[in-house]
Structures are given as structure tokens and as C-alpha cells.
């Protein structure tokens, strides 16, 4: 159940719903057919796991973007994304996605998960939420990591694609860093240990706002 107008009301089916809640979930096209819980391998987070269907496939994605043909549905297998966490339990979504292909041998594809991350197996509203604890600046990737049970290599990558798009325009030679809106007027530079005291670092703040501007391994 789910609706993109964030003012409209939802559709509750008269079944018997004793002690669930119906919210809109951010799953454009999925419809549920279970859920259980259970324990993750590491013995500390409990886990909703759903299970689920995408709507029926259209018309549309099923032209052959080679010779224009109707698609068939060949077989299908599930993929497991993981979704927003719902207090201390996190959400396993798994979801069958059919596979299409072209009868005249041309093309071979997935359907395309709506809401599934563009390269990542988690949900668009799972990464949105990760970028607005990045955003915030109060989180460690280790804390956001484990808030949201997702890697923290993870949380790194969509940390660098945040930062990308924020402060790089796209050039025909690559990135190329934009220029700032204002300029430092104070800098201060200092040293400090790393984790077993032998080696150093070496960082570059703004005196005025405290903000990190370069940090980097040795003296
Ligand atoms: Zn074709």
C-alpha cells in the first residue's frame, strides 16, 4: 500500500488487521504476501522479513527494444533488498522479478525493481534515509552502518556519490570540483596519532568553523 501524494488518505481492507499499522511504505508495485521474523546470523538484530510480488508486467515493458515485439515472461527469480529499519529491527523486502525475453533471440532483461536503489540491493528509501544521516553530520559511517544494517563500505559508497553530486559538475574530462561559494579566511594545521600511536596524520581546518578541509596520512 503506498501512495507518492504524501497527503492521501489510505485504502485499509475491512480483513482482519488486529495490531498492524497501515502506513505508505515507499514500495511503488509491490504487493505483500508475508511477513515472519527472525534473528540475523550475528544473534543481535531482529529481522522483518516480507515477502512479496511486483504488479503485473505492462504492456510497455515488454516491447523488445530491438525489433519492437511483445516480450514473454521466461522465468523469474527473488532478490532481497533491504528497506527502512523500523526501530531496532530492520526490513528485509524479497521480491520475485520475472524475466523477459525476445522470441527472436534479441534481448534478454530483468524488470526493473521501481524501487530499488540504482546500484545498490537496498530500497530508494533506504539510501534517501542514509543520505540524510550522511547529511546531517552527527553519524559515523559505523554508526549509520549499523543503525540501518547495511555495510559500512556501503554507507561509504553512497556517501562519495552524495559528495560527488554535491560538489563536482560533470565535465567532458570527468569531475572537475566546483567552485566554492566562500573561501576560508583562517586555516590552522595539526597532527595527531592513529590508532596504535606509530603512525600520523596530518589535518587542515577553517579556524572560523571548525570544519574539516583535508586530512591525509603522515606528518
Ligand atoms: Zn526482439
Request: glycine share 8%; hydrophobic share 35%; with cysteine.
Amino acid at each position: 500500500m503506498y501512495s507518492t501524494n504524501s497527503s492521501a488518505a489510505f485504502q485499509v481492507s475491512n480483513e482482519s488487521n488486529n495490531g498492524l499499522l497501515f502506513i505508505p511504505s515507499s514500495l511503488p508495485g509491490f504487493t505483500q504476501s508475508g511477513v515472519y521474523s527472525r534473528i540475523d546470523a550475528s544473534g543481535n538484530h531482529s529481522i522483518y522479513q516480507c515477502d512479496g510480488v511486483l504488479c503485473e508486467v505492462t504492456d510497455e515493458e515488454r516491447i523488445c527494444p530491438v525489433c519492437g515485439q511483445k516480450m514473454h515472461i521466461k522465468s523469474s527469480r527473488s532478490i532481497t533488498l533491504r528497506h527502512l529499519p523500523f526501530g531496532f529491527t530492520y526490513i528485509h523486502i524479497t521480491v520475485k522479478v520475472q524475466r523477459l525475453f525476445c522470441e527472436n533471440g534479441h534481448h534478454t532483461q530483468m524488470r526493473s525493481i521501481p524501487f530499488r536503489a540504482q546500484k545498490h540491493t537496498i530500497t530508494t528509501a533506504l539510501e534517501s534515509y542514509i543520505e540524510d544521516l550522511l547529511a546531517s553530520g552527527c553519524y559515523t559511517l559505523k554508526e549509520i552502518a549499523e543503525r540501518t544494517g547495511v555495510g559500512a563500505h556501503l554507507v561509504g559508497e553512497i556517501d562519495k556519490a552524495r559528495l560527488s553530486r554535491l560538489y563536482t559538475d560533470q565535465t567532458e574530462l570527468g569531475p572537475v570540483l566546483k567552485k566554492p561559494d566562500t573561501c576560508s579566511r583562517y586555516l590552522a594545521i595539526d597532527e595527531f596519532k592513529l590508532h596504535n600511536g606509530h603512525k600520523y596524520a596530518t589535518h587542515i581546518i577553517d579556524l572560523e568553523t571548525g570544519h574539516v578541509l583535508w586530512i591525509a596520512r603522515g606528518k
